[in-house]
């Protein structure tokens, strides 16, 4: 079994910055990526960032330049820093990650931007 425990949403004003936390446990030694994405209010699920097994780094076009996601393989964790918020960054952030097949997901953690 995998699990997933993120942490580190909040309120921010806007041009404030926050960064998540996901803790990833279990049977993980074979993952391919793992990744960060949101849901707004109203709005379907969308992709934030994935970082890969070999290191390498993809962005949504939406959060390119003020996100950053990286990987503490030590502790299993992956992080997303968030800069520059905007009031449409705000959803409930949800972390991800495939092992095999199947894509495993956090329970997820609000982010509100607003003043």
């Known amino acids: 079994q995998v699990q997933l425990v993120e942490s580190g949403g909040g309120l921010v004003q806007p041009g404030g910055s926050l960064r998540l936390s996901c803790a990833a446990s279990?049977?993980?030694?074979?993952?391919?990526?793992m990744g960060w994405y949101r849901q707004a209010p109203g709005k379907e699920r969308e992709w934030v960032a994935h970082i890969f097994r070999s290191g390498s780094i993809d962005y949504a076009e939406y959060v390119k330049g003020r996100f950053t996601i990286s990987r503490d393989n030590g502790k299993n964790t992956v992080y997303l820093q968030m800069n520059s918020l905007k009031a449409e960054d705000t959803a409930v952030y949800f972390c991800s990650i495939l092992v095999g097949p199947v894509d495993y997901w956090g329970q997820g953690t609000q982010v509100t931007v607003s003043s």
């Open positions: 279990g049977s993980i030694f074979t993952f391919a990526r």
